[in-house]
């Protein structure tokens, strides 16, 4: 198993950028394919982009494309979200997910492992 702590959210002005991090517990965390999914007020919960074990591959939703990249540190079992030209409807709560299996999933079901999400606010 592995639990996941998200860290970095805040209050940042439209056209500005933050940096969310996933720290993940447990010793097999190449192992996870991880995943950073969120929330708005009244909205179904959304796929914002994952990366695979090794970190050489990213997806990204088309909401985000060129704005938001994933990476990851293995060595310190931590992912990342970087978003820049950020906008208001990126407001939401943003979860980290993870799955033990490399297989390519964009539907939040098939991630086992959520962090307890924190807030991004963009005010225009």
């Known amino acids: 198993q592995v639990q996941l702590v998200e860290s970095g959210g805040g209050l940042v002005q439209a056209g500005g950028s933050l940096r969310l991090s996933c720290a993940a517990s447990?010793?097999?965390?190449?192992?996870?394919?991880m995943a950073w999914f969120r929330q708005a007020p009244g909205k179904e919960r959304e796929f914002v982009g994952r990366?695979?074990?090794?970190?050489?591959?990213?997806y990204y939703a088309d909401s985000v494309k060129g704005r938001f990249t994933i990476s990851r540190d293995n060595a310190k079992n931590t992912v990342y979200l970087q978003m820049d030209s950020l906008k208001p409807e990126d407001t939401a709560v943003y979860y980290c997910?993870?799955?033990?299996?490399?297989?390519?999933?964009?539907?939040?079901?098939?991630?086992?492992?959520w962090g307890q999400g924190t807030q991004v606010t963009v005010s225009s």
């Open positions: 997910a993870a799955r033990n299996t490399d297989v390519f999933a964009t539907r939040d079901r098939a991630y086992a492992y």
């Open positions: 447990g010793r097999t965390f190449s192992s996870y394919a």
């Open positions: 990366i695979s074990w090794s970190g050489g591959a990213a």
